[in-house]
C-alpha cells in the first residue's frame, strides 16, 4: 500500500484570556482539503525553539500556511496602521520561524491568506498595508456583511492557476485588507483580480515547491472547483519529492 505524502498544517492561537486558557484552533476545511486531496494531514503546534521546528520538518514532506489575522507590519519595518489587527504573537513568531526553516530547506509549501503573505514577506517582497487606502481604486476585498463575498479571477497562462481554473470566468472569495504589493524575487504573479490586486503567487524555479492563495480554496464560500488547487498541490510535493531524492 503507497503510504500518502505527510503535510503540516499550521495553526491559530489565542493566548489565555480571564477565564479561558491558551488554546489552537483550526478550520477543518484545510484538513479535509488535504484529506480529499490524497494528503495525511498534521495539525503543527506553535513550537519556540529551532531544533523542535526542525525535528517536525523532518517528519514532513509540505506544509500548508493557514489563513488568519494581519501579519504584524513592525516585524518588517513598517509602520503599524491602524486597521491592521495582527496574529498572536504566538502563532507568528512560530510561523516566520517555520516558513524560513521551509524555505532553506526547500520544502514544498502552500500559502493562504496570510499565509500567502508570510510567503512574499519572508521571501524579501512586501505588502499593501490597507487596500482602501493603498488602491483606493481597487474593487472592495473585504465585505464584513457577507462572509462569502467573490470576485472575479484573471489566471495567468502556463501556471497552477491555469491548470486549475483553465478559460471560462472564474470567481474567488475575498475576505482581505492586506495584499502583496512588490512580489518577492523568483516568485511570479499567477493570478489577479480584475483590479490588478495580486490573487496568487507562484515560485518560478525548479529547485522549490511554493504557491501561495490570498483568496481561501478551503473555506466553505469556495467553489468545487478550487478543491483541485490542494489536488494540484499534493501532486506538486509528491514530484518535488521525489526530485529532491534524486538530487
Known sequence: MQSKPVIGLTADYRAAKQESPAF???????????LAAGALPVILPPVGEMDDANQL???????VFVGGADLDPNRDGFMHHPSVRTLGERREDFDRMLMRLAAERRMSVFGIGVGMQLLNVQQGGNLFLHLPEDMPNALPHQDPLDAAHR?????EPNSLMDRV???GEVRV??????????????????????DGVIEAIEYDMDDWFAVGTQFHPESDSASALDQRIFEEFVDGVTTH??????A
Open 173 to 194: 472569495n475575498s475576505m482581505h485588507h492586506m495584499a502583496v504589493d512588490e512580489v518577492a524575487p523568483g516568485f511570479r504573479v499567477t493570478a489577479t483580480s480584475p
Open 151 to 155: 470576485h472575479a479571477l484573471c489566471v
Open 241 to 246: 519529492g521525489k526530485m529532491r531524492l534524486v
Open 24 to 34: 489552537s484552533y483550526i478550520a477543518s476545511g484545510y484538513y479535509d482539503s488535504l
Open 165 to 167: 481554473f483553465g478559460d
Open 57 to 63: 520538518l523532518d517528519m514532513l514532506e509540505g506544509i
